[in-house]
């Protein structure tokens, strides 16, 4: 007897259906709604502060996906490159008023004096287990490495940073600040160089306002609790130890937020091939 190749047995199917329809059942949508900033409304579903604009890649960095990243600044001007229009930070409590942080809490994770800052938010749903990412890229003038005696160390005194805040909205949660990168990213002592120092920051293209960049970076975060969430990024230019403002800006681009599902349970593939097995078994007999 011949045996008819690419046909399914109705009790497969069965079975097939039963695998899939517990696999998709645990499936749900992307709780980060516009992740990448591809939205023709600019940071539609997303709150603004300070200096925020959407960007290509006509600022000499591309976007990790899609054709729009989103650029956080602590001032722009416009002069380096008219597709960064002009912009300017805002005071510390401003911006932590709009990434749901308390006030003086960046300058007390910091321990500088907050000049000027922007940032971006969006308030998003959690379950405990996911894990929420996103690409970063710090940008600065504070300080660059040209391989040269030319080159600017970074300074403790005009250190500026990047962060991400993850504010758990329920009444008493928690609040959380990580330092993405700051002026001293990769930097060590290397007095065989001309520069004197080496730097994980590198210099920019020509066409981009801030001198030097880290190049993207991803973070990731897995949250415990299920609830509510404030998702912040953003960048700040700081002083310390009284110093004046050196008026040397920074920023902040990124791109590709976006929220990995709770595994799904082994049990449930387990008892749908168990499933098959019983059929199996049964149409052996």
């Not at 998003?124 to 660059?144: I, R």
């Amino acid at each position: 007897m011949s045996r008819v190749r690419g046909h399914c047995r109705p009790w497969m199917a069965s079975a097939v259906l039963l695998v899939a329809g517990l696999w998709g059942s645990q499936a749900k949508a992307d709780p980060i709604l516009n992740g990448g900033f591809e939205d023709p409304t600019p940071f539609h579903f997303w709150g603004t502060v300070g200096d925020t604009q959407i960007q290509g890649s006509l600022m000499g960095v591309s976007p990790t996906e899609g054709l729009s990243h989103a650029l956080l600044a602590t001032y722009t001007d416009g002069s380096i490159n008219p597709v960064v229009v002009p912009g300017a930070g805002v005071a510390e409590g401003t911006l932590e008023s709009g990434l749901g942080l308390s006030y003086g809490s960046l300058s007390t994770f910091s321990g500088s004096t907050i000049l000027a800052g922007s940032g971006i938010s969006q308030t998003v749903h959690l379950v405990a287990g996911e894990k929420l990412s996103f690409k970063w890229d710090f940008l600065t003038n504070q300080t660059y490495n040209d391989g040269t005696n030319m080159s600017i160390a970074p300074s403790a005194t005009n250190n500026d940073f990047s962060f991400f805040n993850l504010v758990n909205e329920a009444p008493g949660g928690s609040s959380q600040i990580f330092k993405l990168a700051d002026t001293f990213y990769g930097y060590s002592n290397d007095p065989s160089s001309a520069a004197g120092f080496d730097s994980g920051l590198v210099l920019t293209d020509p066409s981009n306002p801030f001198i030097s960049e880290t190049k993207y970076q991803s973070f990731s975060i897995t949250v415990s609790v299920t609830g509510d969430y404030l998702v912040g990024a953003g960048v700040a230019h700081v002083t310390a130890g009284g110093a004046p403002d050196n008026g040397v800006n920074s920023g902040l681009l990124v791109d590709d937020f976006k929220v990995a599902a709770v595994p799904e349970p082994a049990s449930f593939l387990g008892l749908g091939l168990l499933g098959m097995g019983v059929v199996l078994r049964r149409r052996r007999k």
